[in-house]
């Protein structure tokens, strides 16, 4: 099995922060993610920053787009965006619009499962049509509420589907490594590194955790 890539969301919507925030963990994580919140705020300008200044990340912009799939995320791409999302609760044409414009682009696109009610159809569904990663994504408002997403993770993984897997949900050092054991193939994390006194040393805590796992 391939090793897990470590993806590390970025939420805040200061551009200088967010670049400062990247250059600490760039060299322990796989994927750099342009969280939804800073993608609103800055726009394509944070992609073409994050791309040109590590090179050697993917980069995620986590649109969660919802209609006009090829239209919204086609500059993106173009921006160099490695991987957008989509969500799983739109169309199934908006889902398409995005995975024809992930195509077009030599990239990637990502259906994210939150607040899907029938996460197997979907997950099944959508790489059926071509996306190359399934996103279980429990949200700050579930995690608030005691959610967790290690049974929708379960539950998707049973289906071995051959994409990638990726898992986001207030994951930290206690429980990346049986995420990845339970199917996880990309573990997102975010406040785990960013709030912590050294992001830098979390990340390359979490990296040999990964690693080891």
Same mark, same amino acid.
């Given at each position: 099995? #391939?090793?897990? &890539?470590?993806?590390? #969301?970025?939420?805040?919507?200061?551009? +200088?922060?967010?670049?400062?925030?990247?250059?600490?963990?760039?060299?322990?994580?796989?994927?750099?993610?342009?969280?939804?919140?800073?993608?609103?705020?800055?726009?394509?300008?944070?992609?073409?920053?994050?791309?040109?200044?590590?090179?050697?990340?993917?980069?995620?912009? +986590?649109?969660?787009?919802? +209609?006009?799939?090829?239209? @919204? =995320? $086609?500059?993106?791409?173009?921006?160099?965006?490695?991987?957008?999302?989509?969500?799983?609760?739109?169309?199934?044409?908006?889902?398409?619009?995005?995975?024809?414009?992930?195509?077009?682009?030599?990239? @990637? =696109?990502?259906?994210?499962?939150?607040?899907?009610? +029938?996460?197997?159809?979907? #997950? $099944? @569904?959508? #790489?059926?049509?071509?996306?190359?990663i399934i996103g279980v994504h429990t949200g700050l408002d579930a995690q608030a509420a005691g959610q967790t997403p290690f049974a929708d993770l379960q539950a998707i993984a049973s289906l071995n589907l051959g994409v990638r897997i990726s898992v986001a949900g207030? &994951?930290?050092?206690?429980?990346?490594?049986?995420?990845?054991? *339970?199917? *996880?193939?990309?573990?997102?994390?975010?406040?785990?590194?960013?709030?912590?006194?050294?992001? =830098?040393?979390?990340?390359? @805590?979490?990296?040999?955790?990964?690693?080891? =796992?």
């Open positions: 099995m #391939a090793k897990a &890539l470590i993806q590390m #969301a970025l939420d805040s919507l200061d551009f +200088d922060q967010t670049l400062a925030l990247a250059e600490q963990v760039a060299p322990y994580v796989d994927i750099l993610e342009v969280g939804t919140p800073c993608i609103k705020y800055n726009g394509l300008e944070i992609v073409t920053a994050l791309k040109t200044k590590f090179p050697n990340n993917l980069i995620l912009v +986590d649109l969660k787009t919802m +209609d006009a799939g090829e239209y @919204e =995320a $086609t500059p993106f791409y173009e921006a160099g965006a490695d991987i957008c999302t989509v969500l799983g609760v739109s169309d199934k044409a908006t889902m398409g619009g995005v995975i024809k414009a992930a195509n077009a682009n030599n990239a @990637e =696109a990502q259906i994210d499962l939150i607040s899907v009610k +029938d996460k197997k159809a979907v #997950a $099944t @569904e959508a #790489a059926k049509n071509g996306a190359q207030g &994951l930290n050092k206690d429980t990346i490594q049986k995420t990845i054991q *339970a199917g *996880a193939t990309i573990v997102v994390v975010g406040a785990a590194i960013y709030g912590a006194p050294s992001p =830098a040393e979390s990340a390359k @805590e979490l990296r040999a955790l990964v690693d080891a =796992a």
